[in-house]
């Protein structure tokens, strides 16, 4: 530990720590070089603790942590970046703080907010002896701590549509003259389109950083890690790469972007989808950035981007992606407990491999499992239905959301898990539960046709488990959701089921459950 101190004792009165998720070289405190501010980064073991996390995930993190490292010294500023092997005496991050204050003889120490609670409590709790520690933020988001605290009350149900109005109001995005632009606020109903046969599938723009480095280091500190890798990287990782992501995607696939939203198929992994997720998570990236491209290219003269695609994805940022940072906030910590289903199954071990016949959620699973990503869709109708359906326990459902994806950081993953997919949040996120039947997936994707079970039958050994679990779900939930108006219609429906098929359904959802506890 003293070695790694030793090397370079620069005194300085200010401390800065750069988190992983803050790689913002736009950020104000690097727009002046200032000798007497040292700024740190470190891959801390704890990070790879908390949970365990898809090998692609902690390489792009570390990848691009390492390129910010650079380009930060490259502007003139000192930094010190430690890497697994160098950072493996602290065993956290104030540990790490607490040193390298003392050896650079830092009487301050000054950190962005964390979007993790967990993280942000860590700090708020470290006092060390002689050194004022001081918070700012991060300037990333749209919103401010305060707007955030103004707009959004501790256990209060939230709804993204008027949010989402006042948004695009108050930043004047898709105006004119005090309207909407297209004279709609949100043009979902021209958004739901299955993938037409016809339509070629673009392939994605991946990049190829190398990875072997990185390997070997997780490699040393035995660090366990799921899913898979290649030699290269895909993701982009630093802000010229995610840049050139933004450049592709607002010209190749914005066009298509709205009406194959929520398509799914076996013939691509990201359809239409921007893939910009990591790079707006680890702030490579500002949202206002994204969305200013995304409408730049919808006002281009003779512009193929029509403006249901465009509204389509400005909702994505400057509404879903605010929302649930408001709703992460406001409830956090009581939001990670939350349970109201009382769900307590575990999770079935095929979403660890994919090894199941459903073709559906093998596409989801196996291509969660070979690139880190699966988009919306997938993650709420495919995978986020069936666990919800089976009653799985939502803190291993949170798990392995928060593990599986490279663009999973808890502020974004757990109200979309716990509160949009399972409804654990009592309805905080979402007004009703995001249920389907298979007919819903056979709708929007072409993997029924390859399936082992029968999309069109509720009873029976080849009946879709989508299919039973749905009419079980409403069944065993009846009074709950008996009296809610957005879900009548279902429970019609289940009402009208003889009573002898809605045992029959019952207790093949029973059997279900049991081969795959
Ligand atoms: P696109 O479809 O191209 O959308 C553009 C951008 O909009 C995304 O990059 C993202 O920043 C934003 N966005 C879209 N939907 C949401 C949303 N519901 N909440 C917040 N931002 C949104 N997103 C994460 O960034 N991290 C997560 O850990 C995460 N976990 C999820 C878990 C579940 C169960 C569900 C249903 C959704 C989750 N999402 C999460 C939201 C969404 O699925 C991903 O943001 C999206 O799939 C990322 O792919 P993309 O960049 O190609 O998105
Ligand atoms: Fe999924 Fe059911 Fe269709 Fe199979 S039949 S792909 S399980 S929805």
Redesign the pocket.
């Known amino acids: 530990m003293k070695a790694v101190m030793d090397v370079d004792p620069h005194p300085a009165k200010v401390l800065r720590l750069v988190l992983g998720d803050q790689l913002d070289a736009h950020h104000s405190w690097f727009q002046q070089v200032d000798p007497g501010i040292v700024y740190v980064m470190a891959e801390l073991a704890q990070e790879q603790r908390y949970v365990r996390h898809h090998i692609q995930k902690t390489m792009a993190f570390f990848l691009a942590m390492e390129r910010f490292a650079e380009r930060v010294r490259g502007m003139g500023h000192s930094i010190r970046h430690f890497d697994l092997d160098q950072a493996a005496p602290f065993e956290s991050l104030t540990a790490l703080l607490a040193h390298c204050a003392a050896a650079h003889q830092a009487t301050r120490v000054e950190y962005q907010l964390p979007d993790e609670y967990r993280l942000r409590r860590q700090l708020a709790d470290w006092q060390p002896d002689g050194v004022e520690v001081v918070a700012v933020e991060s300037e990333h988001f749209y919103m401010t701590e305060h707007d955030l605290k103004r707009q959004f009350k501790a256990g209060s149900a939230h709804r993204l549509e008027p949010f989402y109005r006042k948004m695009r109001t108050s930043f004047d995005v898709l105006m004119k003259d005090g309207a909407p632009v297209g004279g709609q606020w949100n043009f979902d109903k021209h958004n739901q389109k299955a993938l037409p046969k016809t339509v070629t599938v673009p392939a994605p723009f991946l990049f190829q950083n190398p990875t072997g480095l990185i390997q070997d280091r997780l490699d040393r500190h035995g660090v366990e890690t799921l899913g898979q890798v290649g030699s290269d990287l895909i993701w982009p990782v630093d802000e010229a790469q995610a840049e050139a992501l933004l450049v592709d995607f607002c010209q190749r696939l914005l066009p298509n972007f709205g009406r194959y939203?929520d398509a799914m198929t076996h013939r691509g992994w990201?359809l239409f989808?921007?893939?910009?997720?990591f790079a707006?998570?680890t702030k490579l990236l500002s949202p206002k950035r994204v969305v200013d491209a995304a409408v730049a290219a919808f006002e281009q003269p003779g512009s193929e981007v029509g403006c249901a695609e465009v509204e389509g994805?400005v909702r994505?940022?400057l509404g879903?992606?605010e929302f649930?940072r408001g709703l992460y906030w406001a409830n956090m910590p009581d939001y990670a407990a939350r349970n109201v289903l009382e769900a307590k199954m575990d999770l079935p071990s095929f979403y660890w491999t994919g090894d199941t016949r459903m073709a559906c959620l093998k596409q989801a699973i196996d291509q969660s499992l070979e690139f880190g990503y699966a988009?919306?869709i997938q993650?709420?109708m495919v995978t986020?239905n069936f666990a919800l359906m089976l009653g799985v326990d939502p803190d291993q459902v949170d798990a392995w959301?928060l593990g599986i994806?490279v663009?999973?950081?808890e502020w974004?993953?757990m109200p979309?898990?716990r509160g949009?997919?399972q409804f654990a949040d009592g309805g905080l996120v979402a007004s009703k539960p995001y249920i389907s039947s298979g007919k819903y997936i056979q709708r929007m994707s072409d993997h029924c046709g390859d399936c082992a079970y029968d999309v069109t039958a509720r009873t029976g050994a080849m009946a879709c488990p989508y299919n039973v679990l749905y009419w079980d779900f409403l069944g065993r939930h009846s009074d709950r959701f008996g009296r809610n108006p957005r879900m009548r219609l279902m429970m019609n429906h289940y009402e009208k089921i003889p009573m002898i098929e809605r045992d029959e359904i019952h207790s093949a959802a029973q059997a279900l459950r049991e081969s795959l506890a």
Do not use: C, P
């Open positions: 939203q990201s989808h921007s893939r910009l997720s707006l998570n994805f994505q940022i879903w992606r649930i988009h919306h993650r709420l986020g959301y994806y663009d999973a950081i974004v993953e979309n898990t949009m997919s």
